[in-house]
């Protein structure tokens, strides 16, 4: 049977690379004005001293919560002050490599129930995996913890634990990444290279697709799973218009992709991939596609090491509604992808190089971007 084109391989005849950055400033300054496809815009630094910032949340009354991945930490920031508190009474994270705090998503019905979500790695240096929790918060010290869901994705490394939070439709999903045992992201009796969903105490939703799993079904997955077949996504939204749930996750050499995620789908790792083993040779059989396993939408070769993802829907920059954000921490850019129909039509790399690696983004009430760097500064993105 002739496979269907992917999406992506049609979309690449429409694409550009429509990127200008300028800096006008010397290096080490605290604003640079930079140029895009539509026209001038400006980088403020707003606070530095961070270590690597994972996740940046807005509470209502504009103040920021910040993860600190390789401090195993929460700040709340104020960025008209400066200001930076740290939360206590957060608990126990192994910090190492990849292995930290992830991530921090509101509640959506935060302003009445006060839930807070964050994400980090559990365990020791020789056995962990990736939890989520919801807290509430006394000021900045945590006035009550409950666990919503441990993932049965323990491993002895120290690498891909996803860790993304994103609430849709009264649901809560988490990516959890393949904890490099790619050979168990094909397996659904673990949670290894999956995305979970379920109720927001962390119940099993009735409906998700494995439930009651069919009789072929011979691995017996796990009832939590939504879809499978990830290597480590690090890149969650839901689309503010459709509803969509969108991933982006790393490649091996090659072969970061943007994924539409489906009910049940199965995102082929390892058996296909875009990308290749580190030494040059064929991931698996070395195909790309196979009958029941999703293609994505867009892929990266080479790698741009995709960090966070926010689809934007702010008022500060109309002409970027809709795009796809992608924070690149290997080519330490910003990526903006504008898809039409299902496919990518116009690819730009903003901020090339200017502000270091990328590896969180978000939007403020204003529709004003935010970055958060490896050097420890969170960046403003606003009109001139």
Known sequence: MKMKAP???????????????????????????????HGFFIAKRMV??????????????????VMQRNLGRIT????????????????????????????????????????????????????STVVFD?????????????????????SENQYHFGGR????????????????????????????????????????PKDNPFVEPDEEDRDKPLAEIWSYGHRNPQGFYVHPETGELWAHEHGPLGGDELNLIKKGGNYGWPEISYGFEYDGGPIGMGIVSKEGMEQPVWV????????????????????????????????????????????????????????????SIAVDAGGYIYLGTDLGEIWKLQPE
């Open 7 to 37: 999406a992506f391989t049609i979309s690449l005849l429409l694409t550009f690379s429509a990127a200008v950055a300028q800096d006008d400033d010397q290096p080490g300054m605290d604003r640079h004005q930079l140029q895009g496809e």
């Open 48 to 65: 530095s001293g961070l270590s690597q910032p994972s996740a940046i949340e807005f509470l209502p009354n504009g103040k920021a919560l």
């Open 76 to 127: 709340l920031v104020d960025f008209e002050s400066g200001k930076q508190t740290d939360i206590t009474g957060l608990p126990e994270m192994v910090v190492f490599s990849d292995a930290g705090a992830h991530d921090i998503e509101l509640h959506p019905d935060y302003e009445n129930n006060g839930w807070i979500y964050i994400s980090y790695s559990e365990g020791e240096e020789v056995h």
């Open 134 to 154: 919801r807290i509430k918060l006394n000021g900045t010290a945590v006035s009550k913890r409950e666990r919503v869901f441990t993932a049965n994705a323990f």
């Open 165 to 204: 939070i994103q609430f849709s439709n009264g649901y809560v999903f988490f990516t959890i990444g393949d904890r490099q045992h790619r050979e168990r992201a094909q397996d659904r009796s673990n949670h290894i290279g999956t995305i979970v969903r379920l109720h927001d105490d962390g119940a099993i």
């Open 300 to 359: 990266y070769v080479p790698s741009i090491a995709p960090s966070d993802l926010v689809i934007y829907a702010g008022a500060a920059f109309p002409q970027w509604r809709g795009s796809y954000l992608i924070g690149s921490l290997k080519l330490a850019h910003l990526n903006r992808l504008v898809l039409r129909n299902g496919a990518v039509l116009v690819e730009e790399r903003l901020v090339n190089g200017l502000l270091g690696r990328i590896r």
